[in-house]
């Protein structure tokens, strides 16, 4: 008995540790969105004198985060969008049908997972620029190049995630659907994806949120034009000063979106996430 009460303890002690490393950053960029600057450069409190919703008003006027917020809207929706739909095709075709070349495919679009994505930096760039020189299509600084970037990392992922998903569903719903007289595409769109809903939806969460934050892509893909958010918030630091209450006050803005999206599929993602067959 002691030593379950003490283990006990021991755990409560861990996870409340656990949990200030992940809220005390969090309070301190939200009790920094609220003090002046002044009060931001002097020694950190953890209240401010002074509260002030001024910062949320500035944040729109010192840089141009409307159009960095429209660029990023526009790249990670398009991006999410065809990930999802492109890895639904292909992972439905490496589940249901047989076909010389469906597991080294497999294995091929699972081992891009295992290289960091600043390999591919230099590649694509190479590729973007040989593009624009033949073909003349821009890509460098558009927002079809950062998609088609974004789309080399969600992809394979989706594709691996789904497929054990429609792995997982029972054939015989697809073959009593056509024996209804529904066709293969049919039986696709009626049977198999709305019990893959809860995979699809976690596929999705995890394409937006991979485009939403993305740094590094970013900053060499994009122009003044094209420029996302994760991009822009290094706008309110110049080489004389940061203004350190609007960048804080602008993550949180910038953090809504996902905020407010994961609320509202969270009953699906943790039943994507979890779920592991179809009962």
Same mark, same amino acid.
């Given at each position: 008995?002691?030593?379950?009460?003490? +283990?006990?303890?021991? =755990? @409560? &002690?861990? %996870?409340?540790? !656990? $949990?200030?490393?992940?809220?005390?950053?969090?309070?301190?960029? *939200?009790?920094?969105?609220?003090?002046?600057?002044?009060?931001?450069?002097?020694?950190?409190?953890?209240?401010?004198?002074?509260?002030?919703?001024?910062?949320?008003?500035?944040?729109?006027?010192?840089?141009?985060?409307?159009?960095?917020?429209?660029?990023?809207?526009?790249?990670?929706?398009?991006?999410?969008?065809?990930?999802?739909?492109?890895?639904?095709?292909?992972?439905?075709?490496?589940?249901?049908?047989? +076909?010389?070349?469906? =597991? @080294? &495919?497999? %294995?091929?679009? !699972? $081992?891009?997972?295992?290289?960091?994505?600043?390999?591919?930096? *230099?590649?694509?760039?190479?590729?973007?620029?040989?593009?624009?020189?033949?073909?003349?299509?821009?890509?460098?600084?558009?927002?079809?190049?950062?998609?088609?970037?974004?789309?080399?990392?969600?992809?394979?992922?989706?594709?691996?995630?789904?497929?054990?998903?429609?792995?997982?569903?029972?054939?015989?719903?697809?073959?009593?659907?056509?024996?209804?007289?529904?066709?293969?595409?049919?039986?696709?769109?009626?049977?198999?994806?709305?019990?893959?809903?809860?995979?699809?939806?976690?596929?999705?969460?995890?394409?937006?949120?991979?485009?939403?934050?993305?740094?590094?892509?970013?900053?060499?893909?994009?122009?003044?034009?094209?420029?996302?958010?994760?991009?822009?918030?290094?706008?309110?630091?110049?080489?004389?000063?940061?203004?350190?209450?609007?960048?804080?006050?602008?993550?949180?803005?910038?953090?809504?979106?996902?905020?407010?999206?994961?609320?509202?599929?969270?009953?699906?993602?943790?039943?994507?996430?979890?779920?592991?067959?179809?009962?």
């Amino acid at each position: 008995m002691l030593e379950t009460r003490g +283990f006990r303890i021991l =755990r @409560t &002690f861990g %996870l409340l540790g !656990l $949990s200030a490393i992940v809220i005390l950053p969090l309070y301190v960029v *939200l009790i920094t969105s609220v003090k002046r600057l002044e009060d931001v450069r002097g020694l950190f409190t953890w209240w401010p004198s002074t509260i002030t919703l001024q910062p949320y008003l500035d944040i729109w006027t010192t840089v141009p985060l409307a159009d960095y917020f429209v660029n990023s809207l526009i790249v990670t929706v398009s991006a999410t969008f065809f990930s999802v739909v492109l890895a639904i095709m292909a992972a439905y075709a490496i589940s249901r049908f047989e +076909f010389k070349g469906a =597991r @080294t &495919f497999s %294995l091929v679009v !699972l $081992s891009t997972q295992m290289f960091p994505g600043i390999l591919f930096l *230099l590649p694509l760039f190479l590729i973007f620029t040989q593009i624009e020189r033949t073909v003349g299509l821009q890509l460098s600084g558009s927002y079809l190049g950062l998609i088609l970037t974004y789309l080399t990392f969600s992809l394979p992922f989706a594709i691996w995630m789904l497929t054990g998903f429609f792995a997982s569903i029972p054939r015989a719903l697809e073959e009593a659907a056509m024996i209804d007289g529904t066709g293969r595409l049919g039986a696709l769109i009626r049977v198999v994806l709305p019990v893959a809903r809860p995979g699809i939806v976690a596929v999705s969460v995890y394409c937006f949120i991979t485009a939403w934050g993305e740094v590094l892509f970013a900053s060499v893909l994009t122009n003044s034009s094209t420029r996302t958010l994760a991009i822009g918030l290094r706008s309110y630091a110049s080489q004389n000063d940061v203004y350190w209450n609007q960048l804080m006050a602008a993550s949180v803005v910038v953090s809504l979106p996902v905020l407010i999206g994961f609320m509202l599929v969270q009953r699906h993602l943790i039943a994507g996430l979890s779920s592991g067959s179809v009962k």
